[in-house]
């Protein structure tokens, strides 16, 4: 008989979060630019600038600022891994004991911590350390590269969304064809997001539907209040 390993989801976060945030990003933020730009009746070619200057613009922010925020990250990690290996060198036995520690705090018995923390140390001591004392581990460890890539290609891809209705939608109802696709296009991202990380469908779809009409309609209000009409 085989033993199927079981289906864990939290895996995925490090990418999946990085995904989900630039997809959404760029098919809200460039859709609300577009509305409000929209809401003021300017001319199509203004729209059109609009919407690719917001993915361009957007999509290079994001995956800026996800490399910059993962890398301090993945230099905190890199220092306290050296600062635990010096100490590994240094004081043995004091590390051993401070495993130790650890595993009783999670209910092992003081002997079968002891036991575990010196089989832990001899197969791999700073991995033991860095896993159970500083909680960095495969799934968890900072990929500043891997997250930048995916933010700036997640974005772009939810931008070419407004961007494409822009160039194809009637002028004067440009607004509603905007927000129309977007609220599907917004389901459907969360629909996903949820499917892959294991969580519930209907609440990720009410969530992100709400923050985007917000999003979008205080847009518009501005483009209205504060737009000129260039016609």
């Given at each position: 008989m085989h033993h199927q390993l079981e289906k864990h989801y939290v895996?995925?976060?490090?990418?999946?979060?990085?995904?989900?945030?630039?997809?959404?990003?760029?098919?809200?933020?460039?859709?609300?630019?577009?509305?409000?730009?929209?809401?003021?009746?300017?001319?199509?070619?203004?729209?059109?600038l609009a919407a690719l200057a917001g993915m361009i613009a957007g999509a290079m922010s994001?995956?800026?600022?996800?490399?910059?925020?993962v890398s301090s990250q993945e230099d905190t990690e890199k220092a306290d891994l050296m600062r635990e290996k010096r100490e590994l060198e240094e004081m043995p036995e004091i590390e051993l004991r401070e495993l130790a520690k650890v595993y009783e705090k999670r209910g092992c018995s003081k002997e079968t911590a002891m036991q575990v923390a010196i089989e832990l140390t001899e197969h791999d001591a700073l991995g033991a350390h860095a896993r159970d004392e500083l909680g960095i581990n495969e799934i968890t460890q900072a990929k500043p590269l891997q997250a930048a890539i995916a933010s700036f290609g997640s974005f772009a891809v939810g931008?070419?969304?407004?961007?494409?209705?822009?160039?194809?939608a009637p002028l004067k109802q440009m607004v509603?064809?905007?927000?129309?696709?977007?609220?599907?296009?917004?389901?459907?991202?969360g629909a996903i997001s949820a499917r892959a990380g294991g969580a519930h469908v209907g609440i990720a779809m009410l969530r992100i539907c709400f923050w985007g009409t917000v999003a979008m309609g205080i847009t518009a209000l501005v483009g209205l209040l504060f737009g000129v009409n260039i016609a």
């Open positions: 895996n995925r976060v490090g990418w999946l979060r990085a995904a989900v945030l630039g997809a959404n990003d760029g098919l809200l933020s460039t859709t609300s630019i577009v509305i409000g730009v929209a809401a003021a009746e300017p001319e199509r070619h203004i729209i059109i994001m995956a800026a600022g996800e490399y910059v925020s931008a070419l969304l407004p961007f494409t209705v822009s160039l194809l509603y064809f905007q927000y129309g696709f977007s609220i599907i296009f917004l389901m459907l991202l």
